[in-house]
């Protein structure tokens, strides 16, 4: 019945969040001179949402906004060999182990037996197409689409590329806003695996979520289970 | 016979190298008191494509190459507010107004009448969807597919995708390297337009091409003619 399964990836596949709050944390110490931490973390947060719109996602976009939050926090004072700091933070970034969040890649093993596997992500062309190749799970999946936004507009442009009616298409992934409801909404399935922690911008009021119309899982290894019960419907 | 007509965008569409070049005049200017144009030109372009493999192509891998540089060049020196104003450029670069180029309007506007077009294009995802968009040609493409390189196995993979022959796909571009070789490589027809400035990245030496294997136009406005005379081949 299912004849494809989408999976979003950072969080959802491997760690993501944990690498940008690392780096933020670091941030804060950086700044120190220029103002508390809890300051120092709400500019930086305050820049990244100004930028969201010109910038898109991804890493490099996160370098500038920490450059320009620092240019800020410091009205310009602050010293060269600090801001190439927090440019060889971001090379780290791009460059860091991909690390697999548990059962996935066993999750996947199975799965790809049966199923066209695809990966769904939003993201920095680049640096997602980078992470797949490292992450050695690029054999599992048939498709890879690096998107710019998953709105429910975005999902049925896919499906209609893909010739996949939305009864027979499965998301997985750990944002409620991206993954789960614009698939609900038109009429496909999705599976929310909540990851511990979320970008602010990804989190939904709990009110706008109908929790009846997708499935939760706490860990990827439940899928295979899910989806043959979903094919005995 | 032709079952697909894809289109390059920057500086086959709307002008893109004018934008980088006339920034990196600023940046040669500004950069005057530690260095010569010449060096600081070399420097810049060289801090570019040590960076290409990591950051990838667009305007912020191009802004950021432009902090490196410029806190190398001055060991660190260079004022906050020279930096702020490297990403004020950036920005200014982020949303500059589209410039189409000539004729271009007019033949999308008759080749999409028989013809699905796609726009097929390298860049920054964010960068390049907000750029069709903001050009008004996005009512003539039926595909748009943003990559982050065009080797001849991502065309390869792409005609699978769309279940089209390389016989019946055009390929339609200013870059030998991205655009036409790769196509013809594949048994695919391309069509060179060249720009007066093609980006040193995506030049090759001449021997590298065969001229009877693709076709040159001077302007676009030459398309549609090419096309009707490939039909009746």
């Keep these: 019945m299912l004849e494809l399964i989408a999976f979003d990836a950072d969080d959802t596949l491997w760690q993501t969040e944990d690498l940008y709050a690392r780096t933020q944390d670091r941030f804060e110490q950086l700044m120190a001179p ?90 920095d ?41 939305a009864s027979r298409f499965l998301m997985v992934g750990n944002s409620l806003r991206s993954d789960v409801l614009p698939v609900v909404e038109l009429g496909g399935f999705a599976v929310h695996i909540p990851y511990y922690l979320t970008w602010e911008h990804e989190q939904v009021a709990s009110n706008a979520t109908d929790t009846r119309s997708y499935f939760e899982l706490e860990n990827i290894a439940g899928l295979p289970a899910l989806v043959e019960r979903l094919h005995r419907l």
């Design 34 to 123: 220029f103002g508390q931490a809890q300051a120092v973390a709400q500019k930086l947060r305050q820049t990244e949402s100004r930028n969201l719109e010109l910038y898109g996602y991804g890493i490099k976009a996160f370098m500038l906004s920490m450059l320009e939050a620092a240019l800020e926090l410091s009205d310009g004072g602050i010293a060269g060999r600090d801001l190439q700091t927090l440019i060889n933070w971001g090379r780290e970034m791009l460059t860091a182990d991909v690390r697999l969040l548990q059962d996935v890649e066993s999750t996947l093993a199975v799965l790809s037996r049966s199923h066209p596997l695809m990966v769904l992500t939003k993201g």
């Design 125 to 165: 062309l680049r640096d997602q197409e980078s992470k797949l190749s490292r992450s050695g799970l690029g054999g599992y999946f048939t498709h890879t689409e690096i998107v710019s936004h998953k709105s429910r507009d975005t999902y049925a442009a896919l499906l209609a590329k893909y010739h996949v009616a």
